[in-house]
């Protein structure tokens, strides 16, 4: 054989192989200009765009490391017998506190990874304490005297998100960019802030809860609400709550 053989034949195998490899669609989420949440099948899944703004970080009795939502694999797999146990109690106080207050699970855990990434003990640059990342006038507000204490701060948290989503009567967007920049912020904006972390705070919250297996209740917040599938023209399915 030539090599010049050699190369076509290499040239015709990579084809057919990629060829053969299946895809995968993928349902994202981002909010357009007008503050209005779609939901698009991605395929390929578009790389996130990581902004400096949104890599704050939080200190913990272990030290320093980089804010993220999502935990490494290496550490999910090494989770120590001590770690699934918290983790299983917090799970308990979620469930108590959701009905409590008629806030969504699903949602409370999308907030909790968002904020602190179940670290109890997490501290943020800017003072904000434990699970739900309650800054210190906030607990003080709502009774909170122990902001560590995973169940006090559950109960501050999910009290004060659920006085938001009444306040926005129900619209999540605006609600959790409350919770991260304020009522003023966003009552100045009508809508969600053109705040750098506080939409990318948005968005990391809202993939967490609609992602599949999430557990999310159809009729959260006591709304009806579906999300509604339409073809654009080209050919791209879009999905919106709107």
């Known amino acids: 054989m030539t090599w010049r053989d ?10 057919l192989t990629l060829w053969t490899i299946p895809t995968h669609g993928q349902i994202v989420s981002y909010m357009d200009s007008s503050g209005k949440r779609l939901f698009v099948n991605a395929d390929p899944a578009p790389a996130p765009k ?3 703004a949104s890599l704050r970080g939080f200190s ?12 490494p694999q290496s550490a999910s797999s090494i989770m120590t017998a001590e770690a699934q146990a918290n983790r299983q109690k917090i799970e308990v106080m979620i469930r108590e506190v959701s009905g409590r207050y008629n ?10 990874e968002t904020e602190s990434h ?3 003990k997490a501290v943020s640059s800017k003072g904000a304490l434990g699970l739900m990342q309650l800054v ?3 607990a003080r507000q709502l009774g909170v005297q122990n902001a560590f204490d995973p169940q006090q701060n559950l109960d501050g948290g999910v009290r004060y998100l659920q006085t938001l989503l ?39 919250v809202t ?27 080209d050919g791209r399915v879009v999905f919106t709550n709107e």
């Not at 709304?223 to 339409?230: L, N, P, V």
């Open 60 to 71: 913990t009795a272990s030290g320093s490391r980089p804010f993220t939502t999502q935990m």
């Open 136 to 138: 210190p006038e906030t």
């Open 118 to 120: 179940w670290d109890s």
């Open 50 to 52: 990581i902004a400096r």
């Open 207 to 233: 993939d967490s809860y609609y992602r599949p297996g999430s557990d999310r209740l159809h009729s959260a917040f006591g709304s009806s609400r579906g999300i509604y599938r339409t073809v654009s023209d």
């Open 166 to 204: 009444q306040r926005y009567n129900g619209d999540l967007d605006r609600a959790l960019a409350a919770y991260n920049a304020g009522p003023g912020a966003v009552d100045r904006a009508r809508g969600v802030p053109r705040y750098r972390e506080t939409r990318e705070y948005v968005q990391k």
């Open 6 to 15: 050699y190369k076509m034949t290499c040239i015709l195998f990579g084809t």
């Open 103 to 112: 806030v969504d699970p699903a949602l409370i855990r999308a907030v909790i």
